[in-house]
């Protein structure tokens, strides 16, 4: 495969698209981001990395924490974790309080914020610290030993963070919850806030595409989880737009609303791409015409 071609025809696909969308302005931090950067970055099972643009500056990687933390909690071989959280699509917006009432506190999926905050808590009840179960794996994984999360974003999704305190205040009242609600909430918060670069991500993304196995060789996950990690990104990762991204991309993706996507093609590589403008449905505007681009390109579509 030749990246680098596939790296050229995605930069000039995506030019006249950098800049559109709109940041994520219900979290002050993010509001602040200057949405005229754009990066993409391919990392191949083989070691090699390929990119354009703004691939080390550093963003919030929000919702793409979701797919590493399910990793951490499925490591350990967690049985409990799906009696807490389902594996359906939602359909629903990421921060959905209605489908949570009605079914029961038990949320559709992990990577839904409900079912994140299961998940954060799961991690949390298993490690003693799941942020700190989160850094060491992503300090491992993306070879940087000074990933940190960005304090400053943590500080402010704390600060705002009604509507997922409301989500879990919820899954407690229904008894899905296993430490108290703001000790969860915080660790989510922060899982969140992990700053993290394009070519960090995507050499992280190689921990999926590679089933299961981590920079240094070791086994993570059992290849049959790191399998249903990809089956949850296809049909949740991108929460409600999971269909149109499924249709333009056909890929196990994973979004966050600080810009940044991650998409996997087992086997081969990971694609990160990073841009800070949303769309409607919460996912990187530019990001999505570059992992269209990519698919195409390449022909990597699972469809
Ligand atoms: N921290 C964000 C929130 O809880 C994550 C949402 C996202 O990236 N989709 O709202």
Redesign the pocket.
């Known amino acids: 495969m030749d990246y680098q071609h596939v790296i050229e025809q995605v930069m000039s696909a995506v030019q006249p698209h950098i800049g559109e969308g709109a940041v994520a302005d219900y979290?002050p931090g993010l509001a602040k981001v200057d949405p005229n950067q754009f990066g993409c970055a391919i990392a191949s099972v083989d070691g090699q990395l390929y990119t354009g643009g703004d691939v080390d500056v550093p963003f919030a990687i929000?919702?793409i924490s979701k797919a590493f933390a399910l990793a951490l909690v499925l490591s350990r071989k967690d049985t409990e974790l799906w009696k807490r959280v389902r594996r359906e699509p939602s359909g629903m917006a990421?921060?959905d309080l209605i489908e949570l009432q009605l079914e029961n506190g038990i949320p559709r999926n992990p990577f839904i914020?409900a079912g994140a905050i299961v998940v954060a808590d799961q991690l949390l009840a298993d490690t003693g610290d799941a942020v700190n179960a989160l850094r060491e794996l992503l300090r491992a994984e993306t070879g940087n030993p000074a990933l940190e999360v960005d304090s400053v974003i943590a500080e402010s999704?704390l600060r705002t963070?009604d509507r997922?305190r409301a989500i879990s205040y919820l899954m407690a009242g229904f008894g899905n919850m296993r430490n108290p609600v703001e000790l969860a909430l915080d660790h989510y918060?922060r899982q969140?806030s992990f700053s993290i670069t394009c070519a960090e991500l995507a050499k992280a993304g190689l921990l999926i595409a590679r089933h299961g196995l981590r920079a240094d060789g070791s086994r993570l996950l059992a290849r049959e989880d790191a399998r249903h990690i990809t089956a949850l990104m296809t049909m949740c990762g991108t929460y409600d737009g999971a269909g149109e991204y499924a249709y333009r991309i056909g890929l196990p993706t994973k979004?966050?609303?600080?810009g940044g996507l991650l998409a996997v093609v087992p086997d081969q590589c990971a694609v990160a791409a990073w841009g800070p403008g949303l769309d409607a449905k919460?996912n990187s505007a530019a990001g999505g015409v570059a992992l269209e681009t990519f698919a195409r390109a390449g022909k990597f579509s699972v469809f």
Do not use: D, Q, Y
């Not at 979004?255 to 600080?258: D, K, L, Q």
């Open positions: 979290i929000e919702s990421f921060n914020n999704e963070g997922n918060f969140c979004s966050g609303v600080g919460g």
